[in-house]
C-alpha cells in the first residue's frame, strides 16, 4: 500500500523528464538565472516603498545539535582585558570553518551540487567537470555578479492557519496556488520565489531535532507549479525536500529536480520570521531580493545573508 503523497520511481523520472524539456533553465549553462532579466530587475527595483532592509539568514551556528554535528568554528583573536599593553594599534580578529551543506546554517547550492546518475545539471558528466581541486562547471561563480530580482514569499503555515508545518508533511502543488491567491500575487518568469514552511520557528520555539529524519518541505509534484511561472531561484526555511522522501529511491527529489533539471540554484534553511511579519503588516508579499553568494571561483556552494528590501 502507498503511503499518501508517495511517488514512485517511475513516476519520479517521468516528471524528472518533462521538467527538464519545459523548463527554460533545464539545460542552459546558466540555468533559469537567465530568465531574470535587465528590465526585471529594475522592476524589482520598483518594488520599494518603504526602505525595510530584511536579512533572510540565520544566525551561523557554531554549537553541536541534533541536526548539526559538526557547526561551524568560530575563533575569535583580540587582546584580553588583562592585556600588558594596553596602548598603540591592535586589532580584534576572527577565523572561521563551517560546512557550506549542513542542516542548519543559511546557504546556497550552485548547480554543480546535485551529481545524478554520473551527470551534472544540463547532462555534464561529473567525472570531466569535478575534481580534488573543484568544480570547472556549474559552480557558485555562475552567481558571482549576484542575484538580484523580485523576491516573493509563499506563507504555506499561515494559509492553514497554524505557526509552522510539521516535520513530514509537504508543501503540494494545491497549496502554492492557494497561498498566492490568498496572498494577492502572481508569480512569473524570473520571480526568486521563497517557501515557508516554518522550520525555523520551530526550532527556535522547541528546540533542534533530527532533520535528516524529519522535516516540512516541498512535494516533488509541486516544482511542476515552479516550471510553469518560470521562477529563477527557489529558497526555503528548511532544506526544501520533505525527509522522508516520498520517492523510495531518491533521498533528495527536489534537488534533483530543481538542480539538476530545471537549473535552478536553491537557498536552504533561511529565516523568513522577520519577513513574514513584516510582510503580513504592509500587506503585500513581493520585494526587491538580493543575494550576493561569496566568491569561490570551484564551490558547490556558499553561506548566503539574502536581504529581501521592501
Known amino acids: 500500500m502507498r503511503t499518501p503523497g508517495e511517488m514512485s520511481g517511475a513516476e519520479f523520472q517521468s516528471l524528472y523528464r518533462s521538467l527538464r524539456s ?7 549553462p546558466r540555468g533559469a ?29 557554531t554549537r553541536t545539535a541534533p541536526d548539526d554535528a ?38 546556497i547550492d550552485a548547480l554543480c551540487h546535485v551529481i545524478y546518475d554520473g551527470t551534472l545539471h544540463g547532462g555534464v558528466p561529473a567525472a570531466d567537470a569535478l575534481s580534488p581541486d573543484g568544480a570547472s562547471e556549474g559552480s557558485i561563480d ?27 508533511a509537504h508543501v503540494t502543488i494545491e497549496d502554492l496556488a492557494a497561498a498566492e491567491a490568498r496572498q ?8 526568486i520565489l521563497l517557501v515557508r514552511v516554518g522550520h525555523r520557528r520551530r526550532r527556535d520555539e522547541l528546540g533542534p531535532w533530527d532533520v535528516a529524519g ?27 525536500d520533505t525527509a522522508p522522501s516520498v520517492t523510495r529511491d531518491v533521498a533528495f527529489p527536489v534537488h534533483v529536480l530543481a538542480i539538476h533539471a530545471m537549473g535552478l540554484h536553491l537557498l536552504d534553511y533561511l529565516r523568513f520570521e522577520d519577513l513574514a511579519s ?33
Open 184 to 191: 494577492g500575487l502572481r508569480i512569473g518568469r524570473g520571480d
Open 22 to 28: 519545459t523548463a527554460p533553465g533545464g539545460t542552459t
Open 70 to 107: 559538526e557547526p561551524a568554528e568560530h575563533r575569535f583573536i583580540a587582546p584580553t582585558g588583562g592585556d600588558p599593553e594596553p596602548s598603540g594599534l591592535r586589532f580584534a580578529r576572527d577565523r572561521i570553518a563551517m560546512n557550506i551543506h549542513g542542516d542548519v546554517d543559511s546557504h
Open 142 to 168: 555562475l552567481a558571482r555578479d549576484g542575484i538580484v530580482g523580485r523576491g516573493v514569499l509563499l506563507d504555506i503555515p499561515r494559509l492553514h492557519g497554524v505557526p509552522w508545518l510539521e516535520p513530514g
Open 214 to 240: 524529519a522535516r516540512a518541505g516541498l512535494h516533488p509534484a509541486a516544482l511542476v507549479f515552479l516550471a510553469d511561472r518560470q521562477v529563477a531561484v527557489l529558497g526555503g526555511d528548511g532544506n526544501n
Open 278 to 310: 513584516l510582510c503580513a503588516r504592509e500587506g503585500r508579499w513581493s520585494f526587491l531580493c538580493v543575494i550576493a553568494p561569496l566568491r569561490l571561483p570551484t564551490a558547490t556552494g556558499s553561506p548566503v545573508n539574502p536581504l529581501a528590501i521592501l
Open 33 to 61: 538565472l537567465d530568465t531574470i532579466t535587465h528590465e526585471q530587475v529594475l522592476a524589482a527595483v520598483r518594488e520599494i516603498r518603504s526602505g525595510r532592509s530584511v536579512s533572510l539568514a540565520a544566525p551561523v551556528n
